[in-house]
């Protein structure tokens, strides 16, 4: 399932992953993926999933950028989708 976060963020984000995927299906990722997102305010992002959608995910700041980070071994499909749609609405 981290692959199909990792694959909806990226259609959602137009970002580039730091992690490769792999030809023969091992990913660099493991159960967890951290993407970047658009430049902004992270806590903000954080603050707006959490009061406006009951969404809690963490939302990184380093080096002046922000990162959205996922693990789908706490998640399901279901929380996934919320979260794509959060997202597309904030960003």
Known sequence: ????????????????????ATSD???????????PLPPGDARALQHSLWQDYGIEVPIVSWRDERFVSLCHLYNTR??????????????
């Open 1 to 20: 399932m981290a692959g199909e976060a990792r694959t909806g963020l990226l259609d959602l984000l137009q970002c580039q992953p730091y992690a490769p």
């Open 25 to 35: 299906g091992h990913a660099w990722y493991g159960s967890m993926t951290h993407l």
């Open 78 to 91: 279901q929380h996934l989708e919320r979260l794509l749609e959060a997202l597309a609405a904030l960003l």
